[in-house]
């Protein structure tokens, strides 16, 4: 059966799935959701005997009706190779009486990769099918994980270029030389004088700007995001749940049909939403375990009914979850106002407007499979110390806020039912915050000592991604105000 995508905000025409991945974004600046879930057609213990590129195009042939076999196929091989450093691409490891989903085995060693490797591919498939003869322009604004994960997406990919502006001092600098050192004649990187707020208002002026739209396509151009709301990134990460269900099942973990919870260490909710979808595709999975950090707006949300972004903006040592506007979860809000598009407008408008906005009492009682916590700065760093010096296995600080947000569920619910931790980077990348603390004698080494310090005492391989930024050339080093971003673009592109 045929699945469409529907505005959020209005009851626009819906559109075909190729053509809500070519938009991104709907007309009437509301997010596409898909008109109904799809269930699974294929058992578990089928699903258990595949391979991670089959599970793939088993669930996204359900969510992308539109791509034919072939295609389909033909995105999820040039996604899922060897730019991944296991053939799992998504394993499973278990440690203190959790399963670690690893979802940090691609080419930036962030759970992003799972999505953006195989983006760019949905978009030009997505473009041929729509007579789209304009090469695709991705233009990003980019708080450090997403600018270098779309880069290595997009690079030499025929059809695309990307451009990406990061706040010259706002990113960490091993984020700063990964995206400065990326390859490829159709990458662009550029660093402006100002904070994120800055570079991602400049985006959206870009986005927005109708005379550079129309010397565009003049030029033979058009823009697209890879931003995290558009739905060629939601529907690849539906894949990694089934998958692990799958492998918990074929490992003889659980019995079919078995339940199953999730933890994810949120920010965006583009993720946890995505455990959501497979839930609601069937997969058995019990609680969804919302973590944060010390930005704790959805945690007050899932306790009070009130979404309130009226506080401070705390830095934490999981800056990739240091948000206070979770894009994604106006496609739950929707869902849960009964697909209502006006009441979720109305809502959707006092967040812009006061900065929050609270559910009714019905809306509240669907959110019952959601459970929300958060970890402080101190409860995430003796995690990290603490599996290090029980099971001898590191991870990285979000992952950690995951697995201290755990730890609080079982204590609050003595809930023993088996759990997925979604592990969204390698320690590797956020290496100084892992190592500090494991023990704070590691302060003063530098940022590559203490890289092969890590190597060392996890017994893990220095990964690829790292190894590269060692000597690599800088490539990028185009600096800029705010107010020359356009011009910036217009001669990257060759356009006067
Ligand atoms: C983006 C990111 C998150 C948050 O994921 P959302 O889908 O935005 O909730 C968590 N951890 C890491 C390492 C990330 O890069």
Do not use: W
């Amino acid at each position: 059966m045929e699945v469409l995508y529907k505005s959020t905000r209005s009851d626009i025409a819906p559109v075909k799935a190729s053509q809500a991945i070519l938009k991104g974004l709907s007309d009437d600046g509301g997010l596409f959701v898909p008109d109904h879930i799809p269930a699974l057609d294929k058992s578990l213990s089928e699903l258990s005997k595949m391979s991670y590129k089959e599970v793939a195009y088993e669930v996204m042939k359900l969510f992308l009706t539109d791509f034919t076999e072939e295609e389909l196929k033909n995105c999820i091989n040039k996604a899922y190779d060897s730019k991944f450093d296991t053939e799992v691409i998504a394993p499973l490891v278990e440690a203190d009486g959790a399963y670690y989903l690893e979802l940090f085995h691609g080419a930036t060693i962030a759970f992003k990769d799972m999505a953006l490797s195989i983006l760019p591919h949905l978009l030009i498939t997505s473009a041929k099918k729509n007579n789209v003869k304009n090469e695709i322009v991705i233009l990003t604004a980019t708080s450090g994980d997403t600018g270098k994960a779309a880069l290595a997406g997009f690079a030499e990919v025929e059809g695309t270029k990307i451009i990406v502006f990061y706040p010259k001092n706002g990113v960490s600098p091993i984020q700063e030389k990964q995206m400065v050192t990326q390859k490829g004649a159709n990458t662009h990187v550029i660093g402006i004088h100002g904070n994120f707020d800055d570079a991602q208002t400049g985006v959206k002026q870009l986005f927005n700007d109708k005379e550079l739209a129309k010397e565009m396509e003049e030029a033979g151009y058009q823009f697209s995001s890879a931003n995290s709301i558009n739905i060629g990134r939601l529907v690849p990460q539906i894949v990694y749940y089934v998958y692990a269900y799958a492998q918990l099942l074929a490992e003889g973990e659980v019995k079919e049909g078995e339940t199953i919870n999730v933890v994810v260490p949120t920010g965006n909710f583009g993720n946890i939403l995505a455990a959501f979808y497979a839930k609601n595709m069937g997969l058995p999975i019990g609680k969804l375990i919302c973590a944060s950090n010390d930005n704790k707006v959805l945690y007050d949300f899932f306790k009070t009914g009130t979404y309130d972004r009226n506080r401070e903006f705390v830095l934490t040592t999981s800056p990739s979850m240091d948000i206070l506007i979770s894009s994604n979860l106006e496609r739950l809000i929707y869902r849960i106002a009964g697909a209502d598009s006006k009441k979720n407008a109305e809502l959707m408008s006092a967040l812009s407007g006061e900065g929050k906005y609270t559910i009714t009492e019905d809306m509240k009682a669907q959110l019952k499979d959601f459970y929300g916590n958060y970890a402080s700065e101190a409860e995430t760093a003796q995690l990290i110390k603490a599996l290090y010096e029980d099971c001898g296995y590191v991870i990285d600080t979000h992952t950690a806020v995951a697995a201290s947000v755990y730890g609080k569920y079982k204590k609050d619910t003595a809930d023993e039912t088996k759990t997925v931790i979604a592990s969204t980077a390698s320690p590797f990348k956020f290496t100084r915050s892992v190592m500090e603390a494991i023990d704070t004698k590691y302060s003063s080494m530098g940022d590559f000592e203490l890289v092969d310090e890590l190597s060392k005492i996890a017994n893990v391989s220095v990964p690829n991604a790292i190894e590269e930024i060692r000597t690599a050339p800088v490539v990028h080093n185009t600096v800029c105000d705010r107010t020359e971003m356009k011009e910036k673009v217009k001669e990257f592109l060759g356009i006067n």
